[in-house]
């Protein structure tokens, strides 16, 4: 077997010329490995009339089948019980995936695709400005869920000192406050929603996120950080939050800079493709469309082409910062998550934007789609944080704002602070699922 693939997390800056030989070789690395040792890519790429020898150079990457999740599915109900898709290698874990489109995925992983990992949340972490003088509190769940464990990984190898307090469902949120407070937590990994809500339970208690923490960097994944999450996080915590995308089946594969303005694909680990979820044509810089990964430096359980189902677009131009790797734009939804009511087709975030205008909302929604015979209604449930008297005539203006932004007629539905995150269970979740389609 080829000798493994280690990932040089500090370098961030390769020419591109050099960076797509890199690409290159490791495509070709990647792909003979998992002909040779995994036998889910030997059946399907013969299937597909797929050779490793057709892989002439980089360009070639779109003669190679795409993976989906179904197919990820069908070979874990086929070759119980873990699938065919993990390989011969020596597996020193198994995380998995949440299960929140479906059955979980467990994940093999080998010593070296674990520490590529954790380098690649150090790359993250140091692009973030975490330093080894760093106290990090990570209340990310410490469970199959692979997140709290890796992002943990990463902090310690910039030598910082981790607190691994878990979600709210092992360390309430007060108790997390408090060891925020009295151990004078500076940086904070969790969801976003998860940090808007210990702001909010820290003012039931009495403290001022800003005055009475020492938070200065927050770090997110696992659900969208809008813009507007960002803009209240920072706001509330006088600290800066930065956005990270990945999953269980892909590691770390981007991050946010100090710039915040897109985020950066380690590409001498992957390669990261939008296609057009219709066609699967490549898109071109700017246009949205559907991200496909490829892990290239993973031994056990690679992913090649995989459809992972989120909507993004490739942002166009370098970064102002020096990096050399690419960017894609924020991810706007899941393909899953987008829905189609009444003809008109939204994403959870997109109902976002109204809600906050008015700062007479918390952070927290929930979206409900429903039919009535031929009919399709919408419901937007928010948490109404004004004054009693300017309660109807808000609503009655979120109403309109919803129409003009989306072109759908919804009802509007407030509810007191606290009501959804208690309905939702936010102490105890992983990831926020904003739409509730009673369709199904």
Request: proline share 5%.
């Amino acid at each position: 077997m080829a000798r493994p693939v280690r990932v040089a997390w500090r370098e961030e800056r390769p020419a591109r010329k050099a960076l797509r030989a890199i690409q290159a070789e490791r495509l070709k690395l990647l792909v003979y490995r998992a002909y040779e040792h995994v036998p889910f890519y030997r059946r399907m790429w013969a299937a597909h009339g797929f050779s490793p020898t057709d892989l002439k150079s980089l360009h070639d990457i779109t003669k190679i089948p795409f993976v989906t999740k179904k197919e990820i599915a069908d070979s874990l109900e086929q070759y119980p019980p873990f699938g065919d898709y993990q390989g011969d290698f020596r597996a020193i874990r198994i995380q998995a995936s949440t299960g929140s489109t479906g059955k979980p995925k467990p994940i093999f992983h080998t010593r070296n695709d674990w520490e590529n990992i954790a380098k690649l949340w150090a790359r993250r972490l140091r692009a973030q400005g975490v330093t080894a003088g760093d106290i990090v509190q990570i209340a990310f769940a410490y469970t199959l869920f692979i997140v709290g464990f890796t992002s943990s990984e990463g902090a310690m190898r910039l030598g910082a000192t981790v607190v691994p307090t878990g979600s709210g469902a092992v360390t309430p949120s007060e108790r997390q406050l408090q060891f925020m407070r009295d151990w004078k937590t500076s940086v904070v990994g969790c969801t976003g929603s998860y940090m808007l809500n210990l702001a909010d339970v820290a003012r039931s208690i009495g403290l001022d996120p800003r005055k009475d923490f020492a938070v200065r960097v927050s770090f997110h994944t696992a659900e969208p950080l809008t813009e507007g999450m960002r803009a209240q996080i920072e706001e509330v915590w006088g600290c800066k939050a930065y956005d990270n995308y990945g999953s269980v089946e892909t590691g770390a594969p981007t991050y946010e800079c100090k710039e915040q303005h897109g985020l950066h694909v380690s590409e001498d680990a992957y390669i990261i493709e939008v296609i057009d979820p219709d066609t699967g044509e490549p898109l071109p810089d700017g246009q949205e469309g559907e991200l496909v990964v490829t892990t290239l430096t993973k031994e056990a359980a690679p992913f090649i082409r995989y459809r992972i189902g989120d909507i993004t677009s490739f942002i166009p131009g370098a970064c102002v910062c020096g990096r050399t790797f690419k960017r894609i734009a924020p991810i706007r939804g899941r393909v899953d998550d987008m829905i189609k009511v009444k003809g008109v087709a939204v994403y959870p975030t997109d109902f976002e934007p109204s809600i906050k205008e008015s700062g007479l909302f918390s952070s927290e929604y929930l979206v409900t789609v429903w039919r009535e015979g031929h009919k399709e209604f919408v419901k937007v449930s928010v948490e109404y944080v004004g004054p009693e008297g300017r309660r109807d005539q808000v609503s009655s203006r979120l109403v309109a704002q919803l129409h003009s932004a989306l072109g759908l007629r919804c009802e509007v539905e407030t509810l007191a602070e606290g009501e959804i995150k208690r309905l939702s269970e936010a102490e105890k979740r992983i990831k926020y699922k904003r739409i509730r389609d009673l369709r199904k």
